[in-house]
C-alpha cells in the first residue's frame, strides 16, 4: 500500500540551529515527493517538489529536500532555523500517471525556541 | 491574482445535516481537488475534478460527493454529518489533470467544519 511516514511528531530546536525533518515514503515506482508547510489556522503551501533530475532539491523560505531512492526517504533540511518556521511540515507523494491524489504523511510539528 | 478561495472558513452544524462547501481555483485551473484533514492528522483525498467530470476519488462514503461548474469552481456536499466529520476542509486546483511535467497544486486555506 502507498503510504508516507513521518516518525517525527513534534521537533525543537533553538533559533539558528539546523534542521532536518525525515520523510519515508512507500510506492510501488518513483513518485513526485513534496514538502508543504502549514501555520496554524492555515492552509497548505508548497515548500518544494521533486519530479526528476538533480535529486536535491531547493525551495522557499531556505529550505531543501534531497531524494534517496535507495532509502525511499525525501528529508527536508534548513541549515539556520527562524522563529517564524515554527509550523506543521508535511511530507506528501503523488502518483506519476493519474489524478492528482497526492498522499499525505500524518505532519512533524517544529517549535523554534528562542 | 487571487489564490485558491474557500467559502465559508468556519461553519458548526448538528449531527444528520447537509453541508455545502465551496471553492473557487486560481483563475486557468481547471483541475479541483478536495481534501479532509481531520485535527492532528494529514490531508486525505476526497475527490478530484477536471473540466467538470470526477477524475479520482478517495476512500469517502457515499454521504461525500462534490461537482464542478462551467467557471471551475466547486462544491463539496456531504450528507448525514457525523460527529467524526468534524474537520478542515481542504479545497486545491492545479492547471491540469496529472502531476506531470512540473504541475504543482495550491490550497486554499480550506473551510472548519464543526459537528456537534
Known amino acids: 500500500a502507498q503510504s508516507v511516514t513521518q516518525p517525527d511528531i513534534h521537533i525543537t530546536v533553538s533559533e539558528g540551529a539546523s534542521l532536518e525533518l525525515r520523510c519515508n515514503y512507500s510506492y510501488g515506482a518513483t513518485p513526485y515527493l513534496f514538502w508543504y508547510v502549514q501555520s496554524p489556522g492555515q492552509g497548505l503551501q508548497l515548500l518544494l517538489k521533486?519530479?526528476?533530475?538533480?535529486?536535491l532539491v531547493q525551495g522557499i523560505k531556505g529550505f531543501e529536500a534531497e531524494f534517496k531512492r535507495s532509502q525511499s526517504s525525501f528529508n527536508l533540511r534548513k541549515p539556520s532555523v527562524h522563529w517564524s518556521d515554527a509550523a506543521e511540515y508535511f511530507c506528501?507523494?503523488?502518483?506519476?500517471?493519474?489524478?492528482?491524489?497526492?498522499?499525505f504523511g500524518s505532519g512533524t510539528r517544529l517549535l523554534v525556541r528562542p | 491574482d487571487a489564490g485558491v478561495t474557500q467559502s465559508p472558513t468556519h461553519l458548526i452544524k448538528t449531527r444528520g445535516q447537509h453541508v455545502t462547501l465551496r471553492c473557487s481555483p486560481i483563475?486557468?485551473?481547471?483541475?479541483v481537488s478536495w481534501y479532509q484533514q481531520v485535527l492532528g492528522q494529514g490531508p486525505q483525498f476526497i475527490f478530484q475534478y477536471y473540466e467538470k467530470e470526477e477524475r479520482g476519488r478517495g476512500n469517502f462514503p457515499d454521504r461525500f460527493s462534490a461537482r464542478q461548474f462551467p467557471n471551475y469552481s466547486s462544491e463539496l456536499n456531504v450528507n448525514a454529518l457525523l460527529l467524526g466529520d468534524s474537520a478542515l476542509y481542504l479545497c486545491?486546483?492545479?492547471?491540469?489533470?496529472?502531476?506531470?511535467?512540473?504541475?504543482?497544486?495550491?490550497f486554499g486555506e480550506g473551510s472548519w467544519l464543526t459537528v456537534v
Open positions: 506528501a507523494v503523488g502518483p506519476m500517471d493519474s489524478s492528482y491524489k497526492l498522499i
Open positions: 521533486y519530479f526528476s533530475g538533480d535529486t
Open positions: 483563475s486557468g485551473h481547471k483541475s
Open positions: 486545491a486546483s492545479s492547471l491540469a489533470l496529472h502531476t506531470t511535467g512540473g504541475n504543482t497544486i495550491y
